[in-house]
C-alpha cells in the first residue's frame, strides 16, 4: 500500500495537505514581505532631499496631466516620480518606484533590454515614470494612498508567482535542487553531465549526478528523476507532480503511471516515489488498487517542513542510495 509518511491519504488527509499548502503560502507571503522591507522603502524615499531637482525634462517620462496631479495634491514630485539624481544618492529606490509602476521585475529588464551603464539607468527611469503617467492619466484623481496601494499589490502578485513556482510548475526544478544540493554536501559527488536525448518525439535535456561506488542521479523525464546502482540498473523512479488543482489529479497520476510502469518493467523491485501537492482520496485508493507505487510524499511537506524533508532525504540517501 503506497503511504504518505505512513498513512493513508482520505478525504480529511485531503483537507489537511490543501490547509498545510496554503498555510505555508501565507508564511511565505509574510517572509517575502519582511525580506522585502516596503515600508523601510517608502520611508527611505519619503525622507530623500529632492530640493532643487529640475522635472521639465521630458527625457524623464513624466506626462503633463500625471505631474500636475501630483503638484494639485501637494504631494512632493519625488514620492511618486524617479528622478537620475535620485537614483545616484540611493540607487534601490527604483525598487520603489518599479512597484509604484505596478512593473515586474522581469518586466522591467525586458523594457531595458539591450542598453547599457548610465542609458540603461536613464531607460529605467524613463520606463517607470511612463507606466505611473499612464496609470495617473487613466485616473480621475489623484491619491497617494492609493498609488502605494498599487505597491502591495504588484509585491502580492510576485510573491504568488513564487508561490506557484515552488509548487507548481517549478516544483520539479525545486526538488531536483535539494537532492543535487544534498548529495555535494554530503561529499557523493563525483562529477555531473548534462546532455541532450531523445524521448519520443521530443528532445529531453538530462543532467546526470554521477556519485561515488558508480551511483548516478539523472533528472529528466518519464521519470523525472531515476537513480541507477553500480551496474547501471534503475533502483528509484520520481515523478513529481506540483499542481495543487484537485480536478486534474486524475490526470496527472495517470501521466505518472506510465512512467512508473516502464521502470518497473526493467528491474520490478524498483522503488517508485510519487511526489504530489495534491492527492484526492480517489487518487490515494488507485494507487492501492495498482501497486505500482511504493511511497507518496507531499511535497509542500517537503519544500517547508525540516522534518519532513530530512524523512525523504534519509529514505533517498540511506535506504535507496548506498554509499555512505
Known sequence: MAEKNGKPQTEEGLRGSLEEAYKSRALLFRAELEKRG??????????????????DDPVLGISTAARAKVLDARVPLHWVF???????GCPNAIEYYRLLAALPAKGLGQVVKGFRGQHRIAAKIRAVNTHISAILDESRGFSLDGMRDLMFAEVGSEIQGT??????QGAAQHLREILEEVARQRGLVDRVETAKTAQGDK??????????????IVFGSEPDVSIFDPQGVIQCAMEI???MDVSGAQTRYGEAKKSFAKALKVNPRCETIYLFSCMTPSVQQQIRDDGEVRKTYNLTDIFVNEAERDRFLDEVFHHIIRVE
Do not use: F, M, Q
Not at 522603502?41 to 530623500?48: G, I, N, T, Y
Not at 524617479?82 to 545616484?88: D, K, R
Not at 508561490?163 to 507548481?168: E, M, S
Not at 528532445?203 to 548516478?216: D, E, F, N, P, Q
Open 241 to 243: 507532480k506540483g499542481s
Open 82 to 88: 524617479c528622478h537620475p539624481e535620485i537614483l545616484s
Open 38 to 55: 516596503l515600508n523601510t522603502l517608502v520611508a527611505v524615499v519619503r525622507d530623500l532631499d529632492a530640493s532643487g531637482l529640475s522635472w
Open 203 to 216: 528532445t529531453v535535456a538530462l543532467r546526470t549526478i554521477h556519485l561515488r561506488k558508480g551511483w548516478s
Open 163 to 168: 508561490w506557484v513556482n515552488l509548487v507548481g
